[in-house]
Nanobody, 123 residues
Framework: QVLLVESGGGLVQAGGSQRLSCAAS????????MGWFRQAPGKEREFVAA????????RYADSVKGRFTISRDNAKNTVYLQMNSLKPEDTAFYYC????????????????WGQGTQVTVSS
């Protein structure tokens, strides 16, 4: 069992930046590929970014490429999502998740999910 707790959400103006953190506890953090997903009201959950167990491989959704950066610190059991140049369409509930795979971009590949944190970008 892996417990994931997100933090860092809130209200930010368009063009601003925000960093989300996801702290993991339970099983060995470095055994899991980690990812961030988001869900806006009335929309399906969508992939945002993923990072491999060692951090050597990274994937991004096209909508955030060049603006968001995913990273992880295995010594701190934490994965981060640095979000820059935020847009109103980035407004969503953001979730981190852990996958039993080296790296994963599909929601069904993830076995543990956090409760999420709200990010609201005002125009």
């Amino acid at each position: 069992q892996v417990l994931l707790v997100e933090s860092g959400g809130g209200l930010v103006q368009a063009g601003g930046s925000q960093r989300l953190s996801c702290a993991a506890s339970g099983q060995t953090f470095s055994n899991y590929g980690m990812g961030w997903f988001r869900q806006a009201p009335g929309k399906e959950r969508e992939f945002v970014a993923a990072i491999s167990r060692s951090g050597s491989r990274i994937r991004y959704a096209d909508s955030v490429k060049g603006r968001f950066t995913i990273s992880r610190d295995n010594a701190k059991n934490t994965v981060y999502l640095q979000m820059n140049s935020l847009k109103p369409e980035d407004t969503a509930f953001y979730y981190c998740a852990a996958a039993n795979a080296p790296i994963a971009t599909m929601a069904h590949e993830y076995v543990y999910w956090g409760q999420g944190t709200q990010v609201t970008v005002s125009s």
